[in-house]
């Protein structure tokens, strides 16, 4: 039986106030081939790129899926890199790593805490109905009907739901 590996990932947790209520910015997944999990909803998420900066990879996959431009990512400003014996490596603290340990495929999802500038989109070729959903009216979906979540986003969501006041 042939190996197989965890794929990392990347995803936004993008929050803003908008009309003086604090909001997450909540998207509904459309990707080829996804089968069930597409309608569920998710933030901004994607695959890393071999070689690829976690960070890049973030802006990258924000910018593909929601239109918006990222303007701070937590915790970038403390990424240490170096290069020894022709290796660069860098070494990073996400807000939230999951992993799926079944169901689907592997992957391992570093969440980051992000700002973003510009308007989202309201639809692209993975994503549609992305808005700007209150704190409050995410908290209390995610308690009721969690199954409405793509799986991999429900810690990070729940984690910095339970952190912030509405």
């Not at 996959?61 to 660069?88: D, K, M, P, S």
């Not at 989202?120 to 959903?133: A, G, K, Y």
Request: proline share 5%; glycine share 10%; charged share 20%.
């Amino acid at each position: 039986m042939p190996e197989t590996f965890a794929i990392p990932c990347v995803g936004a947790v993008i929050a803003r106030e908008v009309g003086g209520v604090r909001c997450l910015l909540i998207q509904e997944r459309r990707k080829p081939g996804a089968g069930i999990e597409n309608g569920m909803l998710e933030v901004a998420a994607g695959k890393v790129r071999g070689y690829e900066n976690v960070f890049d990879a973030l802006r990258r996959e924000v910018q593909e899926e929601t239109g918006l431009r990222l303007i701070r990512i937590a915790g970038e400003e403390n990424a240490v890199a170096r290069t020894v014996n022709g290796y660069t490596v860098m070494s990073y603290t996400p807000f939230c790593t999951t992993q799926n340990l079944s169901g689907g495929y592997s992957i391992i999802l570093h969440s980051f805490l992000c700002e973003a500038e510009g308007e989202p989109v309201t639809q692209t070729s993975e994503t549609r109905n992305l808005r700007w959903m209150p704190l409050y009216e995410c908290r209390t979906h995610l308690q009721n009907r969690p199954e409405d979540f793509y799986p991999l986003h429900i810690n990070a969501l729940s984690l910095y739901l339970g952190q912030e006041n509405p």
